[in-house]
């Protein structure tokens, strides 16, 4: 099992929008570097180290969401945590969602792929 980054605490910023806290050498080097963002994307990086990199510069939640390369998962887990759950839990509840959003497309898929009724799924008593 690869260890995961570890998600940037949130806050709300001086105008209300819930941001990752930012890390000041990051900002610093991304400011005064030689590179910039379009730099960046032109990168071949993996995207764990991108949707690390976008919290550890300040990205604003809702628009971390909106980036194709942050998954599902760390997007849920960084909900949760605005709302104030630790990351741990945070990530459990994220992956117990997940399951269950699968559990439920598996309801719909296996009686069609399997030409039974959604009926014989349940477990007889």
Not at 32 to 58: S, V
Not at 85 to 101: C, K, N, P, Q, T
């Amino acid at each position: 099992m690869n260890a995961r980054h570890p998600i940037q605490p949130l806050a709300l910023d001086a105008r209300g929008v819930m941001r990752f806290r930012s890390n000041a050498i990051v900002q610093f080097l991304l400011d005064e570097g030689p590179f910039d963002m379009n730099d960046l994307a032109l990168k071949n990086f993996p995207a764990e180290d991108r949707e690390q990199f976008a919290q550890l510069i300040g990205y604003s939640l809702s628009g971390f969401g909106e980036l194709g390369y942050v998954s599902d998962e760390t997007y849920s887990t960084a909900e949760r945590m605005a709302d104030g759950a630790d990351e741990r839990d945070a990530r459990i509840a994220a992956l117990e969602a997940m399951l269950g959003r699968a559990r439920e497309g598996l309801r719909v898929a296996v009686p069609a792929l399997f030409h039974i009724h959604p009926d014989d799924l349940e477990p007889t008593p």
